[in-house]
Nanobody, 128 residues
Framework: QVQLVQSGGGLAQAGGSLRLSCAAS????????VGWFRQDPKKETDFVAAISWGGSNTDYADSVKGRFTISRDNAKNTVYLQMNSLKPEDTAVYSC?????????????????????WGQGTQVTVSS
């Protein structure tokens, strides 16, 4: 069992930066792929970024490429989402998710249905 606790987020101006953290309990978290998703006011859930448990592979939505960076520190059981050059359209509730992929250290998962564990969600609001 893995529990995910998110921190970070809040309010930023357009062009600014925020960092989200996703801290996990459970000794096998290092063998979990992790993703970030966001839900906008229209309640659509969109893929943002994902990272393999080995950390070597990442994937990003086209809308955030070059602006957002996903990383992980397995020693700290934490995954980060660094968000730079924020835009008002980045405003959403951001959630991290994890799934055990111990069979493949390079696998990234970019669909919400592929995940078993979810964080509590955190609001990110970007003002223009």
């Amino acid at each position: 069992q893995v529990q995910l606790v998110q921190s970070g987020g809040g309010l930023a101006q357009a062009g600014g930066s925020l960092r989200l953290s996703c801290a996990a309990s459970g000794r096998t978290f290092s063998k979990h792929a992790v993703g970030w998703f966001r839900q906008d006011p229209k309640k659509e859930t969109d893929f943002v970024a994902a990272i393999s448990w080995g950390g070597s592979n990442t994937d990003y939505a086209d809308s955030v490429k070059g602006r957002f960076t996903i990383s992980r520190d397995n020693a700290k059981n934490t995954v980060y989402l660094q968000m730079n050059s924020l835009k008002p359209e980045d405003t959403a509730v951001y959630s991290c998710a994890a799934v055990n992929t111990n069979f493949d250290r390079t696998l990234v998962v970019d669909t919400p249905d592929g995940y078993d564990y979810w964080g509590q969600g955190t609001q990110v609001t970007v003002s223009s």
